[in-house]
């Protein structure tokens, strides 16, 4: 086994600039020169922050050799990470995991929160490529977005809503109300998602029911981001979200007995949501 392969080519890179998306979502920066291959849409890196801890992160933006990551400030590594100033070092391994399959022609994308994070090189991608994208952002409330530059998109084959849950901004209600909305009325071939597991959950649900195909990234606590510590091990066959995920398909939500229904806390216990 390639060990230093596998671990993800740790190096050190400086942050090119730091963009606040909203009052507390930052995203950063910065190069990768060295990687020999594009990163794909869904694919991660851990991101080691100085004198902080080392945390995953997916990729929100890549246009060789410039890569960026999204971070909302919850705890202190995140909130060390966004603070951190153009000009200072991180560390990056990677990337890592699977990606969205860009299979669709005619897609609905659906990003909750900080979950538009790795939805938007996808939708990116599909758009180049010329397929059809009708891309769903929802947030608590409209101080909560993170839109990126997708409101000055200008392409024919793109729309954009919004929904909130207070009805601050875009159409009032849960982005899985207005998703199933959206489903009644086009011909998705596939729905796309990141986000909060519960609203995950719900859309793979409407998915199924539809019989339609659906492709979600799943989050869970991390600590190696290369299959080796076994903490985002999902139940009950033990799929690693590192290594099997984050990126899972409708054949493989099947058999995630813990998706939309419990998580690891980071000492491993398992609590519901």
Known sequence: MDTEKRMGLPVSVRILSSEKENECITTLRFELPHLKRDILAGEFVMVWIPGLDEIPMSISF??????????KSIGDATKGLA??????????????????SQSSEHALVVGGGIGIAPLRPLVTTLLKEQKKVVLLVG????????????E???????????????????????????????????????IYTCGPELMMAKLYEIAKSKGIEIEASVERYMKCGCGICGTCAI???GQLVCVDGPVFSSKKLDALGDFGRSYRDSTGQKKKY
């Open 235 to 237: 139940d009950p066959k």
């Open 62 to 71: 890549w246009e060789k050799p410039v890569a960026a990551i999204t971070v």
């Open 139 to 150: 947030a608590r409330t409209e101080n909560e977005l993170i839109l990126y530059d997708f």
């Open 83 to 100: 603070n951190q100033e153009v000009g200072e070092w991180l560390g990056i391994r990677g990337p890592f995991g699977t990606h969205f």
């Open 152 to 190: 000055t998109l200008k392409n024919p084959d793109f729309t954009l809503l919004i929904a909130t849950d207070d009805g601050s901004r875009g159409r009032k209600g849960y982005a899985t109300s207005v998703a199933q909305d959206l489903i009644m009325e086009n011909d998705f071939d596939m």
